[in-house]
């Protein structure tokens, strides 16, 4: 299972595509099942690891990923964090910095002792110790300008954007760093992957992709000694060349672009995965499911995944039908 992963996202030759999700796993089925229930799988690592353990032998998933959110490294950083909720994500209630002009404000935290960035590391040690031979190990973190739109306003960091605050490139700057240093402590504890996760970037267009959120991305992933999967939520087709130009390994893709035209973009650049929509896998049936996942893997799909993270409310039977696709 994991040689399969480590052929598909090298680009070479497989028997089948496999059925891996770098972005979150947590459904509520799979929290019933497991007595591992939001938001406690989000604050202590037994019950972490034991959720994404679950996508993997429950879920017939080919992969096991934590965390289920992204607000861990900001929390660290200061942000106040609420909705803490089964089904939901938590979000920044009360965000750190109110400009980039207050960088200097924040404090560099140490991923091995500050926040929750220990529980997710101490979850990866676990899942490495249990499955970490067999089966790919992802872990997330932010993009640095995520980091950025959790951060502040977002409002106020599209403002900067368009206005261009120069302190914004310091604190880029500030968030690469640790973002390097968190990612790669995920790898020492045993990640196979480390994805990207941004969910803010798709509307920026090329020119402030590239000056705001690639040219981090790419130093992030070249100091990196592990696969690195980028996924940016929503309709990427105007960056998705310069994603591949950040030297990611795989790049994840949302249901707004088809997987054929990523394909012809990226050519033999990184690996493609996607994209099947998490609409349908939410609210859609079986079937529905099964067909559009076979839709993927016949446009040439290298990586078969949902086009984003799982909806808690998933049913169980949808995540499965994944790799039914397969066979
Ligand atoms: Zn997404």
């Not at 000056?211 to 000694?225: C, F, G, P, Q, V």
């Not at 040439?300 to 993270?309: F, K, T």
Request: aromatic share 6%; glycine share 6%.
């Amino acid at each position: 299972m994991l040689e399969r992963f480590v052929q598909a996202i090298e680009l070479k030759e497989v028997d089948r595509v496999p059925v891996a999700c770098p972005l979150q796993t947590g459904i509520v089925d799979l929290m019933k099942e497991t007595g591992a229930y939001w938001p406690e799988a989000h604050k202590n690592s037994e019950k972490m690891a034991e959720l994404a353990l679950s996508a993997f032998k429950l879920g017939n998933l080919e992969s096991v990923r934590v965390p289920y959110e992204n607000c861990v490294e900001v929390e660290a950083l200061g942000c106040v964090l609420g909705n803490w909720k089964i089904d939901e994500q938590p979000r920044v209630e009360k965000h750190a910095i109110s400009t980039s002009k207050e960088y200097e404000k924040l404090r560099m935290p140490d991923p091995s002792k500050d926040g929750r960035m220990p529980v997710v590391i101490k979850a990866v040690r676990i899942l490495k110790e249990r499955v970490g031979d067999e089966v790919p190990i992802f872990a997330a973190v932010s993009s640095p300008f995520e980091m950025l739109a959790r951060l502040m306003d977002y409002t106020q960091l599209l403002r900067e954007v368009f206005t261009g605050v120069e302190e914004m490139h310091s604190l880029l700057e500030f968030a690469t760093e640790l973002e390097t240093m968190y990612a790669q402590h995920l790898v020492d504890a045993g990640a196979t992957a480390i994805t990207l996760v941004n969910g803010s970037s798709s509307n920026l267009g090329p020119k402030f992709y590239g000056e705001y959120s690639m040219k981090y991305e790419k130093e992030l992933i070249e100091n990196l000694d592990a696969y690195t999967i980028i996924h940016i939520c929503g309709d990427t087709s105007l960056i998705l060349d310069q994603m591949a130009q950040t030297g990611a390994d795989g790049l994840s893709i949302d249901s707004h672009v088809p997987v054929s035209k990523a394909k012809e973009i990226v050519g033999k650049r990184s690996a493609i995965i996607g994209n099947v929509s998490t609409t349908n896998l939410w609210k859609g049936s079986p079937d529905e499911i099964i067909a559009e996942a076979k839709r993927c893997i016949n446009d040439g799909v290298d990586i078969l995944a949902p086009a984003c993270g799982f909806p808690p409310r998933t049913p169980l039977e949808n995540m499965k039908s994944l790799k039914r696709a397969l066979v």
